[in-house]
């Protein structure tokens, strides 16, 4: 495996890390076609960009809201992080190419001990997650970042599925 491939992998397994593992239910897939790089609300039927995440909006505005607020938002980021790697950064990053629910594309995040399995190989990785990553997303869905004592917030087990 390719050293980029093994950076993508480790992020994409770590993808929304926060100090906790919790978080609410997992973020929509959006529908196929999604990442075909138009700009959001200005086709989809023209449908409106939410101002706010909700779980019950319907999946075209959930389409909008992530093609509008989330890939413009956490690109950056990520391109921050590694400008190769993430050169393309749409909504493929995290549904995949088949536009899969996040936690059916991205991989499990695996907690042994009560830490993170990869945090003492790849401890920039945790880090760039739970300081970055995690504080964002948790902002564009208006969220608080995940407080393991309420069990409340945004975090991996949003996007990712865990294993203990």
């Not at 973020?27 to 449908?47: I, L, S």
């Not at 493929?92 to 629910?101: A, D, I, R, V, Y």
């Not at 190989?121 to 995690?134: A, D, G, T, W």
């Amino acid at each position: 495996m390719s050293a980029c491939c093994v950076v993508r992998s480790l992020l994409l397994m770590v993808l929304a890390l926060p100090l906790g593992c919790g978080g609410s239910q997992p973020a929509p897939a959006a529908p196929e076609g999604a990442a075909d790089g138009k700009q959001a609300g200005a086709d989809d039927e023209n449908v409106p960009v939410p101002e706010k995440w909700s779980d019950d909006m319907p999946e075209k505005q959930k389409v909008a809201f992530m093609k509008a607020k989330v890939v413009p938002r956490m690109a950056p980021i990520f391109q921050a992080f590694d400008a190769k790697e993430f050169a393309r950064f749409d909504c493929t990053t995290c549904h995949g190419p088949n536009m899969k629910e996040p936690h059916d594309f991205l991989p499990a995040v695996e907690i042994k001990d009560g830490k993170f399995v990869e945090q003492d190989e790849h401890p920039e990785l945790i880090k760039f997650m739970q300081e970055k990553v995690v504080p964002e997303m948790a902002s564009i869905f208006g969220m608080p970042v995940y407080d393991p004592a309420t069990k409340q917030g945004f975090g991996c087990a949003r996007c990712h599925e865990m294993k203990m």
